[in-house]
């Protein structure tokens, strides 16, 4: 059975925009519990006061803006890259899927002007290319079976510090910024320090946009 603390952070945790309005102090907590009595009520299975959730509220609050300053004063995007007009192929995965792969790899090897990824899961291979390359790509995979097809894309590659590794939230930080736009990321992949979101065409100016505003992920730029 959960304590009132416990059931109100488990509540809150699984409202991703009720925690981001708490995390800038923009909800009334003495109306909020009133709101999650009934529920927090039903999860700890005991009647429970509105001022004990209310102190709840307060303690998770000052604990997630604590946190968040934490994150903030070391998280750093020291660079971003965009990129417009690609592709996304999603390929079952079948042994005679990896020489394709390897053909696809080396064509596109040397040739600085075309962008090209891949990302192969248990089941499926995710390739994303420059639009220039929808030809090529029906050529060499026209014996495969291709799950889903996603045109005019574009990204935003995020150049990170070299210590982002060490510090826990760092992609929710920035993903949860996007989310509370109601940016829709279609697609991510990542290296050591570059993380790379792939949007609708539609999107990609409005991202870009919240990402190089964010002042908490500018600060301290030089290592």
């Not at 996304?88 to 040397?110: A, C, F």
């Not at 962008?115 to 014996?143: A, L, P, W, Y």
Request: proline share 1%; aromatic share 8%; charged share 25%.
């Amino acid at each position: 059975m959960l304590s009132v603390s416990e059931a109100v952070e488990t509540i809150i945790k699984n409202r991703p925009f009720l925690e981001e309005a708490l995390l800038k102090d923009l909800v009334n907590t003495s109306a909020l519990a009133r709101d999650l009595k009934i529920e927090v009520a039903e999860i700890t299975q005991k009647h429970v006061g509105e001022p004990a959730i209310n102190m709840a509220i307060r303690r998770f609050a000052t604990r997630i803006q604590s946190s968040s300053i934490s994150l903030f004063s070391t998280t750093v995007i020291k660079d971003l890259t965009v990129r417009m007009h690609l592709a996304e192929y999603t390929y079952k995965n079948t042994d005679s899927l990896e020489g394709k792969l390897h053909q696809l790899m080396g064509y596109v090897e040397g040739k600085k002007d075309v962008f090209c990824n891949q990302s192969r899961g248990v089941h499926e291979t995710t390739i994303i290319v420059s639009e220039e390359m929808e030809i090529m790509i029906k050529q060499i995979f026209s014996h495969e079976t291709l799950l889903s097809n996603n045109n005019s894309l574009s990204s935003i590659t995020i150049k990170l510090k070299s210590n982002y590794v060490d510090i826990p939230g760092v992609y929710y930080a920035i993903l949860k910024k996007l989310a509370w736009e109601n940016i829709n990321v279609c697609e991510f992949t990542s290296t050591s320090t570059e993380l790379t979101l792939y949007f609708h065409d539609k999107d990609v100016n409005t991202a870009f946009a919240i990402l190089n505003r964010s002042d908490e992920f500018r600060q301290n730029v030089t290592e």
